[in-house]
């Protein structure tokens, strides 16, 4: 069964770097995703892309994060410079198409952590 | 706003007993509902989904949950449990752009 990839599965970053975090959607899917986890919390909805573009974005989708996708493949999540409560799990998810019957597959997620 | 409440943090039961995870939303029109699973160090698995028709859904592993309206309650069961459903669970409601809102989730012990 198709899946999506994220990697790497743990990053170590000082505070104040960039990072960047991958993820390979599955292939015949339009839509993406990413949430977090910080330790001990709820899953949270950071920003959804279709098309190219930003469909929608949460508060804590700052000025700091971007998305892109560089390719037909590949989906990057971006953190200009990193704080310490930057810490935590990312996941990355996608979607076949419309619907809000269609379900979101989930990678098995980048645990980062921010020295 | 849309919400998803998992009231139990934690929940304790012993292997072959039947277990109950409780999720109650808040949603204006139908819902959208999704249960998921996570095991320690692994992603989301999705084990199943309400969208419409028939309240009571089946899922993978021998999970069903079932959707009543007048109580706003997405509740997930399996009549018996196997020592490899510890993992935490996740309830979520589809808003704005299809984005998931999550529950806190409740982390399941099975005791031997």
């Known amino acids: 069964e198709p899946e999506v990839t994220q990697t790497p599965s743990h990053q170590v970053t000082q505070m104040g770097q960039e990072v960047i975090l991958r993820c390979v959607p599955i292939s015949n899917h339009l839509y993406f995703y990413w949430y977090r986890q910080i330790l001990g919390q709820k899953v949270e909805f950071l920003v959804s892309?279709?098309?190219?573009?930003?469909?929608?974005k949460s508060e804590i989708f700052d000025d700091q994060f971007s998305v892109e996708r560089p390719d037909g493949s590949n989906f990057t999540l971006k953190i200009r410079s990193t704080k310490l409560e930057d810490s935590a799990m990312y996941f990355c998810?996608?979607?076949?198409?419309?619907?809000?019957?269609?379900?979101?597959?989930f990678g098995d997620g980048t645990r980062l952590s921010i020295l | 706003a849309q919400s998803v409440t998992q009231p139990d943090i934690h929940i304790t039961v012993s292997e072959g007993a039947s277990l109950e995870l409780r999720c109650n939303y808040s949603y204006g029109a139908t819902p959208y509902l999704f249960w998921y699973v996570q095991s320690p160090g692994q992603g989301l698995q999705l084990l199943l989904k309400?969208?419409?028709?028939?309240?009571l859904v089946q899922g993978i592993k021998g999970f069903e949950a079932e959707f009543k309206r007048s109580q706003s309650s997405f509740n997930l069961r399996k009549p018996s449990v196997h020592w490899s459903d510890a993992a935490e669970y996740f309830c979520a409601v589809v808003s704005g752009t299809y984005k998931y809102i999550f529950g806190t989730g409740t982390r399941l012990k099975v005791l031997a």
């Open positions: 309400y969208f419409s028709g028939d309240t």
């Open positions: 892309f279709y098309n190219n573009e930003i469909s929608e």
């Open positions: 998810a996608s979607r076949r198409d419309r619907g809000g019957n269609q379900p979101q597959h």
